[in-house]
């Protein structure tokens, strides 16, 4: 199955919203000198910038970042 250019990819999604069931919230900075965090707040089918606000492809959010389990850790531990 291939990526569709009009579709939220359920995985970056899915791993994303499974962030907030373990307590993280949005992160809305974005860091272009690293992979993009998991809990990044704003996602859409494709990149796009839209007011100033970047949004990134919604299969980056698959992988989770060092940021990410620096704040699941901060929550947790
Ligand atoms: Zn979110």
């Not at 990526?3 to 899915?14: C, E, H, V």
């Not at 704003?42 to 007011?51: C, E, I």
Request: hydrophobic letters at 35%; zero cysteines.
């Amino acid at each position: 199955m291939g990526r569709s250019s009009d579709a939220f990819d359920y995985q970056g999604i899915l791993t994303h919203e499974f962030g907030h069931l373990t307590g993280l919230a949005d992160n809305f900075v974005l860091d272009f000198t690293k992979e993009v965090q998991t809990m990044y707040g704003y996602a859409s089918p494709t990149s796009k910038v839209v007011n100033g606000v970047y949004y990134i492809e919604s299969y980056q959010l698959r992988s989770i970042e060092a940021d990410d389990i620096a704040g699941k850790n901060a929550l947790w531990n």
